[in-house]
């Protein structure tokens, strides 16, 4: 026997606190994203080399959120069904942002990378299909936008902490033996703090609701888990994908190649194009990663700002039409960058970035929410983040090659490159046809993997 229970409407609050983990994931995303590349330059490598040594990133993206995906759909504990990922991945995650900075070799950074993505991904996979599980239709994109938010504001002050620390605090920016600044250092045992504290606090705030029918729950766990009952959950989903899911692939794909360029090649290309710095020892080369580090702060700002408003010019167009217009913000801005007169000048085009980034984070996932087949969102969303990282697998092991052979090793053209990556997705979103959603039903879950995943 069924019952049809509509998912209740949650207060602004609720919203809040069961978005606030994205903060600290944020927190330290941002500090990765901000310092990952000079911290290998810092240990010796060369331009040429940074894609395939941020290859740990999508490689654990592809591998740990479709798994991590179908392990949250089948869970259910003390702490819920999504909370346990959350917690693990904040654990872990911080311990890999305290370690990071820290690191006697290349190679030990690259370790000490695959470990906090890891991480990341454990924590963030299960919070996507979080809305899902808790937010009825209408509010889903208030849930991502809320996402959206924590997520640019943990940017933002992430990605300035370096910055401040030395600029406005008045903290000492001395070096150790590998030349990693202390301000970088003491940046990243923050990020570690805020990484589990806010992960914590969502834990502890939010509440799940529990399957209707637990014996038949046991059921489709025996079913669900293992190695290869995983891989199986993974092909039918796969066979069974949405049609709106299938066109937000090329666009998710497109737009995570352009933010891909940025993260690899952004600071070091403040520092070395707009700063000159030649030497990464020498004090001009900091400045200029503490500079593209308050840029990267700047179009953070502008993602937490644009969140608020991106619900209400969803309605008032479209959602497609709404994401098209932000990624033409965000390739200008980009390609805007290679006639910037002066490094202050890098703060405009960060206006466009910010428009972008705020909507990448949010729109193509409310689009998809009401697409997916019930009870198996956090699978499905595991795969769509496949979209993101497959595009950025190809970046780190052909874009040393391009930066060394076409490139000349400039690697402001390669952030520019992302711009137009960014055009060619905006096509390819207009084309974009939503599924309407329906009314979220509660039932106890079907007796085979067919059947569940058609429902």
């Not at 033996?177 to 589990?196: E, R, T």
């Not at 059921?219 to 937000?248: C, H, N, S, Y």
């Amino acid at each position: 026997m069924t019952s049809s229970q509509v998912k209740p409407k949650l207060a602004f609050w609720q919203l809040w606190n069961m978005s606030f983990g994205f903060f600290g994931i944020q927190f330290g995303w941002g500090l990765q994203m901000a310092n990952t590349s000079a911290i290998f330059e810092h240990l010796g490598a060369d331009a040429h080399q940074i894609p395939i040594l941020w290859l740990a990133a999508p490689l654990t993206g592809l591998i740990v959120q479709p798994i991590i995906g179908n392990l949250s759909d089948n869970t259910w504990g003390v702490l819920g069904r999504r909370r346990p990922y959350f917690l693990i991945g904040a654990i872990f995650g911080s311990l890999a942002l305290i370690c990071m900075p820290n690191a006697g070799s290349l190679w030990m950074a690259v370790g000490l990378l695959w470990l906090l993505d890891t991480a990341a991904n454990v924590s963030m996979e299960p919070f996507r299909a979080f809305v899902s599980d808790l937010l009825p239709p209408k509010q889903r994109t208030k849930g991502f936008a809320m996402q959206s938010l924590f997520i640019g504001l943990g940017s933002v002050l992430a990605s300035a902490l370096p910055w401040a620390l030395s600029n406005i605090f008045g903290l000492v920016d001395e070096t150790d033996v590998n030349g990693i600044p202390s301000v970088v250092k003491l940046s990243f045992y923050i990020g570690a703090g805020f990484f589990l504290g806010t992960v914590l606090w969502t834990v502890l705030t939010t509440e799940e609701r529990p399957p209707r029918d637990m014996e038949a729950f046991r059921e489709q766990q025996e079913r669900r888990l293992g190695v290869g009952a995983t891989v199986r959950e993974i092909a039918v989903a796969f066979k069974q994908m949405p049609k709106t899911m299938r066109q937000l692939a090329w666009v998710q794909g497109f737009s995570w190649l352009g933010m891909y360029c940025v993260f690899l090649y952004f600071p070091t290309a403040i520092a070395h194009n707009l700063f000159g710095a030649v030497d990464e020892s020498s004090a001009l080369y900091s400045r200029g990663i503490e500079w593209a580090g308050l840029c990267i702060a700047a179009y953070n700002a502008v993602c937490f700002c644009v969140s608020f408003l991106l619900p209400r010019l969803a309605i008032a167009t479209s959602r497609p039409t709404t994401h098209a217009l932000c990624l033409t913000c965000g390739g200008l801005g980009l390609i805007s960058l290679w006639f910037v007169p002066s490094p202050r000048w890098a703060l405009l085009p960060m206006l466009g970035l910010g428009v972008a980034w705020s909507s990448i984070l949010s729109l193509p996932y409310a689009m998809l929410a009401g697409a997916l087949p019930a009870r198996k969102g956090g699978i499905y969303m595991g795969i769509f983040n496949m979209f993101i990282v497959l595009p950025e697998i190809v970046i780190s092991l052909g874009l040393g090659w391009f930066m060394a052979h076409v490139l000349g090793n400039n690697r402001l053209l390669a952030v520019v490159l992302g711009g137009f990556c960014f055009l060619i997705a905006v096509p390819f979103t207009l084309r974009v046809e939503e599924a309407v959603p329906q009314p979220t039903i509660q039932s106890a879950p079907e007796t085979s993997l067919e059947t569940e995943a058609i429902s």
